[in-house]
């Protein structure tokens, strides 16, 4: 199969995952200092998924470049990566109405760890399946830095998840017991 179909397809998917999270945002009905707040917020977040998209869209470009064709491997794992990316503007719209609650930043930090997990399988696919190519083994050498980044995201999604457990039970707890008292009198 071409691979000129899976680009545009992959092209559209990122390009409608951006404008998704773009419309997502709100306009203020006040102009006040608390609405500037969340305005920046909106921004910092949007910036954020942009980038994340914008980087995984020219990697995409650059492993794509050279391969001449690809199999139903490399499409399914094509798939599996424009998924998660597909599930970010929704991660980013929660963390905005969320004012930065941990849940919200748990998933965002986990759909972009298993975006990059997705990344990485569809380029060891392409790699596998473009031995022969001289030019595309040259330009691919092991990516110490990819698995360095994603090992890091899988630190940071951790952490957010030990300290959710850690602080969120004792909130609910204290909810409950509260809760256990009214209906006591």
Same mark, same amino acid.
């Given at each position: 199969m071409k691979k000129s179909r899976l680009e545009s397809f992959s092209d559209a998917i990122?390009?409608?995952?951006?404008?998704?999270?773009?419309?997502?945002m709100d306009m203020p009905h006040k102009y006040s200092s608390n609405e500037?707040?969340?305005?920046?917020q909106e921004v910092i977040s949007y910036g954020g998924s942009f980038f994340f998209i914008?980087?995984?869209w020219l990697k995409h470009h650059y492993l794509f470049?050279?391969?001449?064709?690809?199999?139903?491997? *490399? =499409?399914?794992a094509n798939l599996?990566?424009?998924?998660?990316i597909s599930i970010l503007p929704f991660a980013t719209s929660w963390i905005d109405?969320?004012?930065?609650e941990a849940s919200p930043l748990i998933l965002y930090s986990s759909i972009l760890f298993v975006s990059g997990c997705s990344f990485k399988l569809l380029?060891?696919?392409?790699?596998?399946?473009?031995?022969?190519?001289s030019d595309f083994q040259l330009s691919f050498?092991?990516?110490?830095?990819?698995?360095? *980044? =994603?090992?890091?995201n899988f630190c940071a999604c951790y952490c957010l998840l030990l300290l959710y457990c850690w602080l969120y039970p004792i909130r609910d707890i204290k909810k409950l017991n509260k809760l256990c008292i009214l209906q006591m009198n």
């Open positions: 990122l390009a409608v995952a951006i404008t998704i999270i773009v419309l997502g500037f707040f969340f305005i920046v914008a980087i995984y470049e050279l391969v001449s064709t690809v199999n139903r491997s *490399i =499409l399914k599996n990566f424009l998924f998660w109405e969320s004012n930065l380029e060891y696919l392409v790699i596998k399946n473009e031995r022969e190519n050498k092991k990516d110490i830095k990819g698995f360095v *980044i =994603l090992g890091l």
